[in-house]
């Protein structure tokens, strides 16, 4: 049975750091594109950050230098640091898994499996 499972959130000030992780189980981890996406309140879920079998990674312009995505396929667990954070970062975070044919995935409906998310505040 695959699973994918998120922690690591919670609310966190303005310019602070989060660090969420994602394990995953059930099916082959290291031959699997991992992305983070986000869904703020009323918004679309959006593509955050991925990160292929070969340890390349893509992010949205809306976090890069600020955010990490990262993997080890050891504890078949993909990260997501996150600093800087501001108050738009404030979304329910998922993590998702596509079968890597070496590309980058940024469309949700591209992805197989699909964690049950975890939530992000950014507040003072």
């Known amino acids: 049975q695959v699973r994918l499972v998120e922690s690591g959130g919670g609310l966190v000030q303005p310019g602070g750091s989060l660090r969420l992780s994602c394990a995953a189980s059930g099916f082959t981890?290291?031959?699997?594109?991992?992305?983070?996406?986000r869904q703020g309140p009323g918004k679309e879920r959006e593509?955050?950050?991925?990160?292929?079998?070969?340890?390349?990674?893509?992010?949205a312009d809306s976090v890069k230098g600020r955010f990490t995505i990262s993997r080890d396929n050891a504890k078949n667990t993909v990260y997501l640091q996150m600093n800087s954070l501001k108050p738009e970062d404030t979304a329910v975070y998922y993590c998702a898994a596509k079968f890597d044919?070496?590309?980058?995935?940024?469309?949700?409906?591209?992805?197989?499996?699909?964690?049950?998310?975890?939530?992000?505040?950014?507040?003072?």
């Open 29 to 37: 981890f290291s031959s699997y594109y991992m992305g983070w996406f």
């Open 47 to 59: 593509f955050v950050a991925g990160i292929s079998r070969s340890a390349y990674t893509y992010n």
């Open 101 to 124: 044919n070496y590309g980058h995935y940024l469309s949700r409906y591209e992805y197989d499996y699909w964690g049950q998310g975890t939530q992000v505040t950014v507040s003072s």
